[in-house]
């Protein structure tokens, strides 16, 4: 029997037991007690893997594609990589890039406005204890479908009250005490009301922000300068469920639980800075059964041996054609990237894209040579996480003979250009986890608090939390769509639909499970299966029709597993935290003419 963990990039970073060639879960596990997604049980195991190195699509040794690869990394490199796989030892191709005087990114494709609004307001991003979720009175899950992307955590809230924020009625939403069924892209205005009313009615912690946030009051006078009328038109509710919501969390311990898709546009970081700012005025910080979870900060507290001084760009709009060559690890960038079509057109002028991953893509097909990779069950590791501050080292569980590991990519291209500096694997391992404090045999993030918060606010505690102060939105609404050839437009008022991109249940983005289905209303009067033309001012694509009566019917929803969706998003990057906006758009919906 061996132990180790799942890599893949979700909150829960699953405790993995392997015995006679069977994966299961670890009972033990502090959070996860023994389950597995289906992407660990099934989906690592039946999906075809790249196994033949290619040069210029021709099969190649590993040690030719790694020759020449090493000849054509340099000073005009650039290093793309995705994050299937949230390993530690991921980032060691960092060490070559500096060392070549290459080129990373910057931002992200994820979180990055959520967690600049975060630091804006608290100082620093902790993670809240899945221990103090479950010590909660009333759980409020805004924007964030745990069902899939945190289906670990629900053994955490049950019992509780529970209200649901989501433009979608989800599974979660379903069994909900309330859902609020939002308009896209109106959630800072529903904490800014939500706060307005808890001013109104004195139900706002006194005690606690005269301590830890004293400028409460000039929260008061911004919040004033929005109408409420125009907010509850806005979000598209009414006073009723305002004072629902109150009613369930006045004078209770309250938890929220929200998700990336709330920070997906260009106000991203208000947006994450408004509902913390409406937790600080119930004085939910530093108490127990109380707090905001997003994505925390994993690596906070840690000495990175692989953090390096290097130039970068914008990960969400990435200028490829500025590369002589161009290295993709682990990522689909030709599909996970916003304007994917800009995205190709750039990576077809790149004269040397390298492909470091585990399958063939669409990204891997632009590429001038494809080294094979191993996954986590073929390496060793260490997986943080950013759900919860428990560390676990991932061991090798089975033996790979085609694929090799990131640091065996490194130290391949290291000895065939004659760098020294490199350190053993085992070296940059025990650095990760002999930072780890050790409790009980469990290893435990640096950054571990028990009551994030309860000692004040910034990177040392004692400062205070700082209020959203500004608003800037000039989002302003899309150019009229084109029609496409051969297409005519259902709605004659040619009005649009608010673009709706959620995760799926058996993949991670496009790996795995992949999906061609368009999620309507049936108020549109589609049939089920029937085909449609989905498109956006930057690209189009065909899928089938699935009528859905949980969306509203200004939305469609396209799941993040469906290839070509991105054809559709914009470049768009958030005013804060260089992140992707890739909800900030509106799409038509067409049909052939017959």
């Known amino acids: 029997m061996k132990q180790s963990a799942c890599g893949l990039d979700c909150y829960d970073g699953c405790s993995i037991v392997y015995e006679s060639n069977k994966v299961r879960g670890d009972k033990f596990h502090q959070v996860t007690k ?56 991921q980032d060691i191709t960092n060490l070559l890039i500096e060392k070549v005087g290459g080129c990373l990114t910057k931002g992200s494709l994820c979180d990055g406005a959520g ?69 896209p892209r109106s959630d800072l205005y529903l904490a800014i009301l939500l706060a307005r009313f808890i001013f109104l009615e004195e139900l706002h912690d006194k005690e606690w922000l005269d301590k830890n946030a004293r400028e409460y009051e000039e929260y008061y006078d911004f919040v004033r300068t929005f109408r409420i009328k125009a907010l509850l038109a806005l979000i598209d509710t009414d006073l009723d469920t305002i004072g629902e919501i109150l009613s369930l969390i006045e004078g209770r311990k309250v938890v929220f639980l929200v998700g990336a898709g709330v920070q997906r546009y260009s106000i991203g970081d208000q947006v994450l800075r408004a509902i913390d700012s409406l937790a600080a005025l119930l004085g939910l910080f530093g108490k127990e059964g109380c707090g905001v979870s997003y994505l925390g900060d994993s690596k906070l507290g840690f000495d990175d041996p692989f953090r390096v001084n290097t130039k970068k760009v914008l990960k969400a709009d990435t200028p490829f054609e500025q590369f002589e060559s161009v290295i993709i690890q682990g ?37 001038h040579v494809v080294i094979p990779a191993k996954n986590f069950f073929e390496k060793d590791d260490v997986r943080l996480s ?162 859905c009566t949980d969306i509203r019917n200004d939305c469609v929803k396209i799941t993040s597993n469906t290839i070509g969706i991105n054809r559709l998003t914009p470049p768009t990057i958030s005013n804060e935290g260089d992140s992707a906006c890739f909800g900030e758009v509106k799409v038509r919906l067409s049909k052939l003419v017959l």
Request: with cysteine.
């Open 34 to 89: 023994g389950s597995l997604c289906a992407n660990v049980n099934v989906n690592i195991n039946k999906t075809p893997r790249i196994t033949t190195p290619l040069i210029n699509g021709k099969a190649v040794s590993i040690n030719e594609a790694l020759a020449y690869a090493a000849s054509i990394i340099n000073d005009k490199t650039l290093l793309w990589r995705g994050s299937g796989n949230v390993g530690v030892m």
């Open 386 to 547: 950013y759900g919860h501050s428990y560390v676990s080292k991932i061991n090798q569980l089975k033996e790979c003979d085609f694929g090799i590991s990131e640091y065996e990519f490194v130290r391949s291209v290291f000895n065939i250009k004659k760098y020294d500096g490199l350190e053993s694997e085992e070296y940059y391992i025990d650095h990760w986890l002999k930072q780890c404090e050790i409790k009980e045999d469990i290893l435990i993030s640096k950054a571990y608090k028990k009551l994030p918060y309860s000692n004040g606010f910034g990177k040392d505690g004692g400062d205070e939390f700082v209020f959203l102060d500004d608003y800037d939105d000039d989002f302003i609404e899309q150019k009229k769509l084109r029609r496409p050839r051969g297409y005519q437009s259902l709605s004659c008022d040619e009005s649009s639909f608010w673009l709706l991109n959620s995760k799926s249940n058996n993949s991670i983005n496009t790996q795995f499970e992949q999906d061609n289905r368009v999620l309507v209303h049936p108020d549109l009067n589609f049939c089920d299966d029937e085909e449609v033309l989905v498109s956006s001012e930057y690209g189009e694509v065909v899928l089938r029709v699935k009528n």
């Open 331 to 367: 990522g689909n960038p030709c599909e996970s990237m916003p304007d994917t079509n800009k995205v190709m057109d750039r990576l077809r002028k790149v004269k040397n894209i390298i492909y470091f991953g585990l399958y063939e893509n669409e990204t891997s097909k632009l590429a």
């Open 115 to 183: 967690d600049a609004g975060i630091t804006e307001g608290r100082g620093v991003n902790l993670t809240l204890p899945p221990e103090q979720i479950e010590k909660s009175e009333v759980v409020v899950v805004w924007g964030r479908d745990i069902t899939v992307t945190n289906r670990h955590i629900l053994p955490f809230i049950e019992g509780k009250k529970l209200i649901v924020i989501d433009p979608v009625k989800t599974k979660i939403a379903k069994k909900a005490d309330l859902h609020v069924q939002l308009a």
